[in-house]
């Protein structure tokens, strides 16, 4: 059994030149609209997380802190230590 996702209906506005253009590509590759506006979305949400991502690394890389203790971590030697 596949899991189950519980769906809800969105209703959003598009340039009807984006939708004539989407049209014609669903009846070419033979998916729903459905399937399109979910790969879309997803393939968004897929973006900005890398893109946040990105910019934590940049504020770390501005972090003159960070940069120290990082690169005395650098130096461990990566055996276990007892405390």
Known sequence: MGTAHKLEKITFNMPTEIKEKLMAIKSEIGISLSSIYNEAILEYINKQELA????????ALQDTAYLEQAKELECDDGGLYEY
Do not use: A, S, Y
């Open 52 to 59: 946040r991502w990105d910019r934590g690394v940049n504020m």
